[in-house]
Structures are given as structure tokens and as C-alpha cells.
């Protein structure tokens, strides 16, 4: 026969009963969690886990500010180093174009020389500068292309008076002169097979009014320039004495020649920028030997 008594319902036994409820439900994270939190103790956790987020919020924020500051270092770098690169490009440029127009208009001197004869001012008339060529003369030497250069003013003005030379030639056109875009002049001598001659050479921007001027100044520059290149009145006021056109080097040029056909002045662009007068075919010749040396030499360079 069963024991009835060991087969009890444990529903029915309020000890057992007891027991379960005592032990409670059973244990998970969010209970411990609650019981964590509850109290005192729980106050400080809450506290001690704020201040460190907030220590980690800090930091992030820290973070992203020196990432900010990085970040407004580099581009104001940037923008600093592009600014001084514009304006060193623009000075550049702008030096770059001083250059060009101090090597086109204002170059010294136009060729080369052996000697100089330096004066610190142009005589105030032609008849003076005349006087003063006829003067030193002897003052180039009697060697097969030797040259002498008269120079007039001090450091950076020498020879930038042309303006005023042309001036001094026909007063005239003084105010013509003036709107000119002319560089620096040359007067000199030279000594070529066994002759002094003359010359004068004229740096011009070789623009159309330099060359119009320069053409229409054939009605007078023979009366003009007489007292520099000693040609007398006599020869002056001769009819048969006059402008022809000449050729040499395969350059277009005007030959002034009197009654027997001898050569007084020749006139014309040594190249496209270049105005040249002197009085022998040889000069003509020797002087553009010069210009075409100096041209090779500033492409070399």
C-alpha cells in the first residue's frame, strides 16, 4: 500500500509556501541595477557615473575645439602663404615690366665704347655742344675702331636728356619733342680707316609718331644739326646739295650729299628702335656691328 502521507500537495503545505515567497522572484540585471541605485549608496553611484560623463563630455568638447583651432591654424596658414605668394607674384611682374622698359627705353649705354669724356650737364645751345665735340676731339685715339663717348649728367640721368637735345637742335618742336616716347641718346666718335667721324644714336619705342616725326624732321635737320657735323652755310643754301635715299646692310636709309656728290649726313633706324645720324658710310657700317654685338650679348645673358 502508497504512504498517503508522503505524497502531500505541495500547494497545500504552507511551510513550503513561505519559503517561495521569502526567496522572492529571481535575480536579474535590472533589479540589481534598482538595488544598486536605491539608498545612499546608490546616490554616489548616480554621482560618481555623472561626473564622468561629464568629465567624457568635457574631453569630447576639449576635442573638437582643438580640432576646430587646428583646422583655423591651417587654413589662415594657408590663406596667409597663398596672399604672400600673390604678392610676390605681382611684384614679380610688376619688377618684371620695370625691367623691360628700363632695358628697351633706357639701357646704357647703346654699344659699346672704349673711352668716355664725361660732362655733368648738356650745353644750352648747339653751338655750345658743337664747341665742346670740336674741343676733345683729340681726346680719341687714332686706332682702327676706336670709340669715344660723351656723357652728360651724373649717375642714373647721364644721357636721358633727349628731349632737350632735340630741343637744342630745332627749338621749334620742343613741345613735339616732348610727347615723344624716347629713350637715352649717344653722342661719340669714332675712328674707322684712318677718319674721325660723328655720331649720334636716338633709343625710341619705335612706335608710328617716333617715325613720322623722324621722317617729316628731313625738311630741316641738314640746318639743324650743321653746327655738330661742321657743314657750311655755303653747302646748306646750295641746291644741288641733297637728300637721297641709300641703302646699307640691306637697311633703308637718307644720304645728304653736296654738289659733288660727297657724303655730309647719313640718317635712318639703325634697327626698329634705333635713330642714328653720322657723317661717313663706314660709321654706318661699324655701328651696326656694335648694336648687333650688344643684341647677342642680351640674348646670351
Known sequence: MEDNSSKKDIGQDPTLHNILVEQGGIRTYQKDQSVALSGEQGALVKET?????????LITTQTLNA?????FLILSLVFFVGTVGVFIYTY?????DNVVVIQTIQKLPLISFENELPSVALPTTKELLASYIGENISKLKNEENSTLRFTFGENNTINTQTAELLSLFNEKQKNTWGTLNLGDFEIGLIYKNNMTSKFILIKTDGSDDVYKKFSSWEETISTDIAPIFSISETTLNNKKSVWKDSLYENIDFKTYTDENGEVLLIKGFLTSKVFVITDNPDSILYLLSLIR????????Q
Open 67 to 71: 580640432i576646430k583651432n587646428k583646422v
Open 49 to 57: 557615473i555623472q561626473k564622468e560623463r561629464d568629465k567624457e563630455k
Open 92 to 96: 614679380t611682374i610688376y619688377k618684371k
Open 293 to 300: 654685338l650688344e643684341h647677342r650679348r642680351d640674348l646670351v
